[in-house]
Structures are given as structure tokens and as C-alpha cells.
């Protein structure tokens, strides 16, 4: 459905089925100022049509009459294109997403339209822009046809011209589907800025005010109504729809019946909203938290901060204006009252940094906590970007950085994981990424000012993922966990730790957050560790153990000495990464990177370069263990050894222990390496997981070793 003007004066609408289909013909007009003169002429009976629904609907939206349903897009294209335009927009448009028609402006340039399959809501005209804009992306309306006019494609109040010569694409009828309207609205919904669309008032008292006006009608009950959550039109006794409403902060979104916004005042009217406002002390504690110790607000900067009760007395007087002074009938001060909601009211279990959630109060594993973090990736330009347009410098870098060059792929899928996760605000899980690679490669360029500035933050954790550190508050405030060359890790028990460490971080999204003289408090991280290492063979000895169990959580990518001829400040790099992001923002990561249906677990194919895959197995202690064996099975078998005559050997780790010892030559590398029988045992164990197949286990603690293969 469409809205149409008989001229631009007219502020009266009719609802007009399909453009193309009108017999109506533009006078010949000798100029530009002659074609304006004629479309706001209050004499002109034309058709200006629009695919935007007012209020009102029989009148053009405009500030008074606001939008409030999308029927379709008009949009203009500011250049005359050579061939014909249909072509080009069967070429250009995704298949599966074509405008229906197009006609030509009074320029002669490009008219298109593309048709909803049904309407959709606008809520509110910032948010509709938005939508514009997800839309222009989604539909790769840029490059459709040359000269794309933005501007007016975010004018919501716009009316076009009819125009003529009026021509299908494809046969005509081509619609967006409702579904994927509804999921790009939903996703510019949940980051609109919804605290400007009304007035924010704690939801326990709009939950108080909502229990006494409408009883019963919140599914749940009125305790569980909360930003996020969804229910029916409440105030509306004959909706039904059990999930056709959304909360926000500032009001309630819905969707059924054509959709719409009513903020607090629309639903409870404007004495509520007055009252609330009268009330200091609401407006005094909404931001303000208490974790049984400290009382948290935010600072100047837009960060957490804690007080004592003694600063925040003062703060709530000399800021809030609430008096410290005990009324008349002696009760509490309005300070203290204050406190005492606070304590009560905005009770949180701890102040922790959750990455990448909307930060303040939370629920986590059944227990409310005061998200800390304000950490946020690198936000992405609002265009489409191709691969160097606008990061001309990490394009060659990347580009010329691994070896193979199949590697860019798992890698750019890999970070894509990571960063819509943070971006979205909807974190996933994902592989720990090694890079080895030569001295001066780079690599610390990537680890420290790509991904890290890219995710908004790093941390060195080398002491924590080594097993050295537990008292880890810092580390969790970051997102990327990095250990940057020049660590050797020679030491097998502190590799084993290594290994397990990462094995937990990349498998786990719960872990134990320690800050200074504080107990221990479950929380999320979503997070990667980044490790880079030089490919010479002391380094190599960082590379974890070549256990199965690890091997599927982690990326082992290696690199060689970049095409660079210059290496830019971290500022320099951070002028590129908007554009990289959109571009990871929009790419499909190729099909031999993306992991089949129901094994998506880390988001992406883990990628293990053999040279490493080599290297760790070299340095593996279980490596030097079946190094070892293999020497005792040569002379234990042997002509004249205790085993000439048998096809294997058999017993448990404690008799293998024995017989290696009765070696003399053996026995002093058995007893520097592998001093206790449950070393062997583990050995054995990891040989069999590892499919070495002269190793089984017969029973428990028993195994059958056989004899060399000629």
C-alpha cells in the first residue's frame, strides 16, 4: 500500500494500490524550476506517492503526524545510467531480495521500489532511519544503480513524483519477505537509544503501577517485568497476543496490530509521569548500586566507580539536593531514606565486568550483579566496504602475512566470529588462535594493535595462563588475553598447565573472578586467548600439547615477513580498523571455513598449519615418552632381550616402570623424565589417544605393548 498527494501543497493523502499501474501523465515542462513550480502548484491533480503510513493515515506525515508503518522503499538513483536499468538491477540486487519496479524522474534518471510483504512498525522516526539504514546494507542499495541518493531514502516524510515509463523487474512481484524485515528491526531495535524515546522510571515502580491498574495482565506475573522482556499489550483489555510486546526503559515496543511505541506517559498518563518526577529520591538512587560493601555509580567518564557510604551521603546531598536533615516527626533524612532504598532496592550480589553485555544491573546464574564494563569493539562505518577500501595498510599486511594464504581465510572467519559476537552484544564462544612466525613479522602489530584495539581492550596474561597468577580482576576487564614472544615454556609441568588452562578458558564461558582481598565469584568471560611466538625452536615450546583434547580448541596459524615497507603508529592503524570491521561486518567467510550444521560450537573450522602441528609434537613430553619406548621395545624384542620369544608385552604401568629400569642405559633418562609410575600410566594413555596402535589397554591398568614391526 501506498499514500499519494495530488500535489506537494496538499496535506490530505489517498491510499493508492500500485503506482505503475496509473494512467497519469506529466506535462512537458521546459525546465527544473517549471517541473517545482508544477509539483507544489495546490492547483496540479497528480500522484506524489510515498510508502511511509502517518498517524493519521489520511494525512501526510510531517512533525505533527509522525510515521508509524513501512509499506515498501522509494528510492532514488541521481544519475542517468547507460543500457538498460532493469539489467542492472537484476545483476546487482541479491537474488533472492529484487526491487519490483522502476520508473524514470523527471532528470530522466532512476526511480525503484521495492515492496514489503507486509507492513512493518516504525516505532519511532530515529529508529526507522535506522532500519533505513540496515536496509541499505542488507540490500546492497549503494550498488544497485550509480548516483544512490541517501538522503532522501532517510526522509521519512518524502513523497515522489509518479513519473514515467514505468518498467517490472523480473515479472514485477517481487516482495521482502516480513520475517527478515522483522529480524533486521529487531536488530536495530535492541541498540536504538530507546532512553531518548521517554522518561526512564525504575521498573519497580512502573511494576507497582502496572499491578495496580492492570491485575493478571502481564504473562508471569508483574515480577517478571523487565527490559527485554515480552508480553501482551497490557493496557489494551482485548489484546491477546502473549509475546506481541517488548520492554524497554523508557516504554513498551509492539508488534501486533500494525505495531507501534507508547512510552510511559502514553500508557499511564501524564499524572504518573508527574508524580514520578516530583519524587528527588527515585531520581536520586535509579544509578545508584550497593554490593553489600561499596555503592557504585558511574563517573564523569561513563565508567564504574565505587564509594563509601560516607562519600555517597555526601554526593546524593550536595548533587542530588536531598536533605540530610530528620523531618519533622523525627524519621530518617531524605539521605538516609535514600540509602536505605538503595541497600534494599538496588542490592546487587557483586560489581563485576561482564564483556560485552549492556552494562549496569544483570541477572547471572539466578543472581543479580552490577555489569562493570563499558567495553565496546571498534564501532564499523555505516557503508559497504570492500577488502582495502578504507584499510589500504592492513589489507597489504594481512594480505601478505600468512603462508599459505589459505590462512587469511580462517583467520578473517575467526575474528568475524569474535567480533560480531562483541558487536551484536551477544558474545560467543571461540578458538584460542596461535601465530608463530619469523622475528619482525608483525606479529605483535596483530596481535596487540589489530585484534586488540579492534575488541576494544587487551591484557597480558601470560602469569595467569601459565598457572603463575590467580588474583585476576584485571584480566577479565579485557577481551583479548594475549602472550606476546619470548616465553619458553620448556618446562613440561608448566606446559601441562598451559594446556589445561586453555583447554577450560576456550571450552568454559564460567569462571572464577578474584579481585585483591575478595573472595572468588562465578562470572562470564567470552573472551580468546591471542598467543604469538617466533618459529625457531626454543620459542616452538609455547605451542601446547598435541593432546586431542586441545586440538580442536585452538588456531594455529603461521606467518611469514609481510610486503610492508612501513609500519604504522597504533593511532594510524586505529583510523582503518571502522572500515576493516564493516568489512568483517558484511563478508561470508568461504564455505571450507564454516563448520557443518550442529558442530558450530567456536563459530568457525579450526585451521592447524602442519609445520606447528610438527613442531608441538616435537616438544611434546609425551613425544619424548614414546621416543623412549620405542627404544626399549627395539632390545627388548631383540635377539638375546627378555622378550625374543613374545609378541607383546603386557602388564601395568608399575611392571613397564620395572622392565624400562632394567636397562641400565635407559634407566637414567626414566628416572630424570619420568620418575613415578602415574607418569606412565598418563603416557600410555595419551599413545592411546593419540591411535598409536602397538600400544591397547586390556583392562584396568593393564596394557599390551607389541613387539616392533620389522
Known sequence: MFYSLPNLSSHTVTPLAAPWSLDLVRPALASKDDYRHWCNNPQTAHAFFSAVEGTQPSLRVNESNPPVRMNGLVLDYDAVPSGNPVHSLLANAPADLLPAWMSRTFSGNCRVVFIFESPIPIFCVELGREFLKKAARELKLRKLLPGFESEALLDLSKHYELGNDWQPVGDGTATIPTSLLLAWLSDVSNKHRWDKEGVSIPLEVIRAEGQRRFPNRWPGGWEAFDVGARGTRFWDAHSSDPTSTL?????????????????????????????????????????????????????AHGGWAWSTKDDTRAALAKYQQLSTKPDKAGTLSEVEDALTDIRHLHRVNKAMPFLFRPHGP??????????????????????????????PWLAQFLYTLFEPDDQLDYFLAWLKHFYLGAHHRDPRRGLALFIAGPVGAGKTVLNKAIIGQLMGGRQDAEK?????????????????????????SGDPRMRAVFTQILKKIVANDNFTYRAMYTGGEDMEWIGRPVITLNDDADSLRMLPETDRNIMDKIMLLKTRSPDVDTWPTDLEIAAELPYFAAFLRDWEPPAHTVPPVGKARFGVVTYRHADLMQAAASTDITSSFEELLDLWRTEWFAAGGPGEGDDAWNGNPTGL???????????????????????IGTHLNKLIRRTASYVTKTSHREYRIARPTA
Open 657 to 679: 616402570f620395572s622392565d624400562i629400569g632394567r636397562n641400565d642405559r635407559l634407566k637414567q633418562v626414566l628416572d630424570k623424565n619420568f620418575p613415578h609410575t602415574t607418569a
Open 362 to 391: 544483570l541477572t547471572y546464574n539466578g543472581k543479580r550483579y552490577l555489569n562493570t564494563s563499558t567495553l565496546r569493539p571498534i564501532a564499523p562505518v555505516d557503508i559497504a566496504v570492500e577488502f582495502g577500501e578504507g584499510f
Open 464 to 488: 595467569f595462563l601459565l598457572g603463575k597468577d590467580q588474583f585476576n580482576d584485571s584480566l577479565f576487564s579485557a577481551a583479548v588475553w594475549n602472550i606476546d614472544d619470548g616465553v619458553d
Open 247 to 299: 520492554v524497554r526503559e523508557t516504554g513498551c515496543q509492539y508488534y501486533s496490530d500494525g505495531g507501534g511505541w507508547r512510552n510511559w506517559e502514553a500508557i499511564f498518563g501524564a499524572d504518573f509521569i508527574r508524580r514520578w518526577q516530583d519524587d528527588r529520591k527515585g531520581n536520586a538512587i535509579k544509578n545508584l548500586w550497593f554490593d553489600g560493601k561499596y555503592y557504585w555509580a558511574q563517573d
